[in-house]
């Protein structure tokens, strides 16, 4: 059994920086892709980058310049740091981890950018 918990989520002016952390813990192999997602009001969840073990990243065009992921093996955490935050960029900010055939989700941080 695997568990999630995010951290870093808040209340930031437009053009601020966040920094989200999710830390995987529990009994699992290895984890191999380690991503985050979000979901605003009224629409899907979508992704907003992903990093798999050896350290290659996918991002969202929307964020790409602006959002950096990064991992920790050793401590099993992903990291997003968000610059140049827009108040687009508000919404729950989601966990995703892939073990082996399976998928684990954290319970969401929320990210509220003002204008």
């Known amino acids: 059994q695997l568990q999630l918990v995010e951290s870093g989520g808040g209340l930031v002016q437009a053009g601020g920086s966040l920094r989200l952390s999710c830390a995987a813990s529990?009994?699992?192999?290895?984890?191999?892709?380690m991503g985050w997602y979000r979901q605003a009001p009224g629409k899907q969840r979508e992704l907003v980058a992903r990093?798999?073990?050896?350290?290659?990243?996918v991002s969202a065009d929307s964020v790409k310049g602006r959002f950096a992921i990064s991992r920790d093996n050793a401590k099993n955490t992903v990291y997003l740091q968000m610059n140049s935050l827009k108040p687009e960029d508000t919404a729950v900010y989601y966990c995703?981890?892939?073990?082996?055939?399976?998928?684990?989700w954290g319970k969401g941080t929320l990210v509220t950018v003002s204008s």
């Open positions: 990093i798999i073990r050896g350290g290659s990243t």
């Open positions: 995703n981890v892939e073990v082996i055939g399976m998928s684990y």
């Open positions: 529990g009994s699992f192999f290895s984890i191999n892709t």
